[in-house]
């Protein structure tokens, strides 16, 4: 979809027609967000272009400011979870900026953390921490403890993802003080899923497990599917690291169940990925490819090279257990290099250390291989070995476990 980046020429003050059309955006923006505030389920990909359109317009029309943020704001989460991010993106910046020439800087930060969200799930990790220290530096200066809050939360968050774990936690204890103080129900359920996450990552089970279970009972109190799913999933994932298949199995079930009833396909293929993940950890090998292949067909569908990249990693694992070594290699070089090409090096690490573990085997299909070369490289790129530190301790558990070696959405 090609979005206008300005409203018609016929839409000027001196067009008779202009004051008709100005009331037809602001009737537009009214309506959809009525609209978007009473979905409960998934938004169809052709409403989400629509709406994109329609902030588009809003946006090249200042009286219809208030609407448009709103409108961004309350559409976010489906816009996000739709993978399909070009657009938004437009429209993200396009109303960071207006929301600053109209010093609205309440709905500059918010629009920003919006701004974040998406940068995380394109991978611009840099992005990601630049625009969360600018909210939190903002949110100080005007005491808005809710989006300095928020912004803490989802740092603490993006620091799990990059193994900075004493910092997430950090962060997400901070965030919790203020959206105690603050009575924030949404605000407080994320973060004790995120600590439960941080907590999960130290071994330190039984905060986790007190963690993510009341983030899901939070959760279930405000009617939140989407954020029962995370809950659901990160207490799954929780039971295999403490060896309890059988709760395990029943809170990856029950995110499957919140998946469904949301609509949302990325959330279902993601499910369908981490059951996967399950049956391969537990020997359930064709059960485990079945469910990668459901899932990666979505992740292609959505161009989603991150959940692409992620499944061709488990499926290199799936085939690398049944000994099927020409399926597993051609899976784990895909797999690698997208990763690389995403800046992903600690998911390119995990690749490349199934790659050269079983180097005499995998050699044999590509004489020419260079993946210790890779390996190498990625090593030595930080001075203070943060990587080799990772790379040793995930080579460690990459024998010690099969639930390390994959990846989870």
Known sequence: MTIKTTLPPTADAS???????????????????????AIKDAMPDERR????????????????????SSLAVQSAPYMERSGDWD??????????????????TDSE????????????????????????RQVIKMARLVENQYEEA?????????????????????????????????????GLAHTHNHLGITYTKQERYTEAEYNLDLACKMWQ???DNHGLFLGHTNLGFLYIEKRQPDKALFYLSKAFHDAQVSGEQMEIAKAWN?????????????????????????FVEK???IEIAKTQHNLGLMYQYRSKWKQAYSSLQSARKNFELLGRSYEEIKVLVALTEPSSIFNSFSPSDDSLNRLALLIGQHTNGKFEKFYHHYKKSYHDSLLNRGNSQ
């Open 303 to 305: 161009k989603n090279l």
């Open 221 to 223: 109190a405000l009617q």
């Open 274 to 298: 981490n059951k996967g993940l399950f049956h391969l950890l537990f020997g359930n090998l064709i059960e485990a490819e079945a469910l990668f292949f459901k899932a990666q067909e979505i």
């Open 87 to 104: 657009e938004w993106e437009i429209i993200l910046r396009r109303a960071v900026e207006l929301a600053h020439d109209e010093a609205d």
């Open 109 to 132: 930060m918010a629009i920003m953390i919006l701004l974040a969200r998406l940068s995380q799930r394109q991978n611009h990790f840099k992005q990601v921490v630049y625009y969360y």
């Open 49 to 68: 272009l629509q709406i994109c359109h329609i902030l588009d317009y809003g946006l090249g029309l200042p009286s219809a400011w208030e609407s448009v």
């Open 15 to 37: 067009n008779p027609y202009a004051e008709l059309f100005f009331d037809y955006i602001h009737r537009s923006l009214e309506d959809t967000l009525e609209e978007v505030k």
């Open 150 to 186: 928020r912004a803490c939360s989802n740092l603490g968050y993006l620091f799990i993802n990059t193994e900075r774990i004493q910092r997430s936690e950090t962060l997400c204890l901070y965030a919790l003080v203020l959206f105690k103080k603050l009575n924030s129900k949404h």
